[in-house]
């Protein structure tokens, strides 16, 4: 029975997680709040954040887990994609761990690890599915066939749609982070209020560059005509933004689910906490007979409980690296 500390510090979470057994015991997280006042992530507090809170971090993983750190038998770590100064502190943590306890080093990629993510609790998805997963730096259409067979059917030619929704928060003025503060309002808003454009792309890949421009273009241009416009229709403009980003999203699923033939369908990635896409995921599995798999929220966001699930499959396999290994902020498959 493998206990696995997981580390997770490819951006500005830092956080920690024991699995056992493929079953997780605890996922502790230390969030930035220092980032706020900068409408955005510095790379370099981020790092020094995370020397800060690692170690407390570990040790409240391995407490709740009621677990001695002896006892840890493999140590994983996010290699990449990510920030290098944020993927240094966890990478170099979890060497020296492994080295002075003499217990084997697991890399993981942190994309993998968000789909991964869908085998900690059950209902587990059954393979092959397709999983759309969306986060801050990454939109992809990945075919899953096995725990470590995936192939990238369709991504973004430009931003993230998670960008998207950052940047607009910027444009309308909202706190960072601020792709959960445009979901709450858009609960409020009428999602028809105002149009934005869905571009134009063959096959399964995305764009959201065009939009975020339109978005920008359009406040300007309202702003210009009444000062308290954003004011005044900031939950209208936020639920027109969600629904065309969701559009542009569901579209591409279903057009790579319908290729491929395949039912079994998942969201992974920060975005995927979205109330509004979790909504009319639940809707297109109603009329496409889908079978959909969404994970707790806390499971979403950057977390070192998806890399510990994943380790534990490299576990099984004993897939292990030495430690000559290095961050790898541009990780590919």
């Known amino acids: 029975m493998p206990i696995i500390l997981g580390i997770e510090s490819s951006c500005d979470d830092t956080s920690a997680a024991i699995c056992k057994d493929g079953l997780i015991y605890s996922n502790t997280v230390a969030n930035q709040s ?198 005044t229709h900031l939950a209208d403009i936020c639920a027109s933004v969600q629904l065309r980003i969701i559009t542009i999203l569901l579209a591409k699923l279903k057009l790579a689910a319908k290729h491929y033939g395949i039912k079994n369908i998942a969201i992974a990635g920060g975005v995927s906490a979205n109330s509004g896409l979790r909504k009319a995921l639940e809707q297109a599995a109603l009329e496409n007979n889908w079978q959909v798999f969404i994970p707790k929220f806390e499971y979403c966001t950057d977390n070192a409980a998806m890399i510990a699930i994943t380790a534990y499959h490299k576990y099984l396999k004993q897939d292990f690296v030495g430690q000559t290994v290095v961050p790898s902020p541009r990780l590919h498959w």
């Open 34 to 231: 220092i980032h706020e006042c900068y409408g955005g992530v510095v790379p370099e507090l981020a790092s020094r954040a995370h020397q800060q809170n690692i170690i407390p971090t570990i040790y409240q993983a391995i407490s709740n887990a009621k677990i001695q750190k002896n006892d840890v038998n493999a140590i994983a770590f996010t290699r990449g994609p990510g920030l290098l100064g944020s993927l240094l502190v966890g990478t170099c943590f979890a060497k020296a761990f492994a080295l002075a306890n003499k217990i084997p080093l697991i890399e993981v990629d942190h994309m993998q690890a968000h789909i991964l993510a869908h085998f900690i609790d059950d209902p587990k998805p059954s393979f092959p599915f397709i999983c759309l997963t969306v986060s801050g730096g990454h939109t992809q259409i990945v075919l899953v066939k096995d725990y470590f067979n995936f192939t990238i059917v369709g991504q973004t030619t430009d931003d993230a749609a998670g960008e998207a929704f950052d940047k607009t928060a910027k444009i309308l003025g909202l706190p960072y982070p601020g792709g959960p503060l445009i979901d709450q309002y858009a609960q409020l808003g009428n999602s028809a209020a105002f149009k934005f454009p869905e571009p134009k792309i063959a096959g399964f890949d995305f764009s959201f560059s065009g939009l975020k421009t339109s978005i920008l273009y359009f406040i300007r241009d309202e702003v210009k005509k009444n000062p308290n416009f954003i004011t």
